[in-house]
């Protein structure tokens, strides 16, 4: 199994949401962060003041799967969140050595 974790832009989470359906992934949990690439963060004028913002809002989108979908999941993500602007986001992948549904005790990829 597979764990893929994705950052990506958050106006881009319902498209990356609805192209993953489409493909059969039925679970993924979904987190709001902060964070900065090689884009720095931004300055802002705000009541003429300005400031700088040094973390940008983020959607990290993480997903359990088989080994077998690993590849059609990324490649999903990467093809839907691409904007082809700075700061599209980094998808990881790593192992997953073990699953469990903790109401039935299932493991392994059933558990997922």
Same mark, same amino acid.
């Given at each position: 199994? @597979?764990?893929?974790?994705?950052?990506?832009?958050?106006?881009? *989470?319902?498209?990356?949401?609805?192209? *993953?359906?489409?493909?059969?992934?039925? &679970?993924?949990?979904?987190? !709001?962060? /902060?964070?900065? &690439?090689?884009? @720095?963060?931004?300055?802002? *004028?705000?009541? &003429?003041?300005?400031?700088?913002?040094?973390?940008?809002?983020?959607?990290?989108? !993480?997903?359990?799967?088989?080994?077998? *979908?690993?590849? $059609?999941?990324?490649?999903?993500? !990467? $093809?839907?969140?691409?904007?082809?602007?700075?700061?599209?986001? /980094?998808?990881?992948?790593?192992?997953?050595?073990?699953?469990?549904?903790?109401?039935?005790?299932?493991?392994? !990829?059933?558990?997922?």
């Amino acid at each position: 199994m @597979k764990k893929i974790e994705a950052i990506i832009k958050p106006f881009k *989470l319902d498209e990356v949401k609805d192209a *993953l359906n489409e493909i059969g992934i039925q &679970g993924m949990t979904v987190t !709001e962060v /902060k964070g900065f &690439g090689r884009q @720095k963060g931004h300055t802002e *004028l705000y009541r &003429g003041a300005e400031y700088v913002v040094d973390f940008i809002p983020k959607i990290k989108v !993480e997903i359990v799967t088989s080994d077998a *979908l690993a590849e $059609k999941v990324v490649g999903t993500i !990467e $093809k839907t969140a691409k904007t082809g602007k700075i700061g599209d986001g /980094k998808i990881f992948v790593y192992p997953v050595d073990e699953a469990i549904r903790i109401r039935t005790g299932e493991r392994g !990829e059933t558990a997922v």
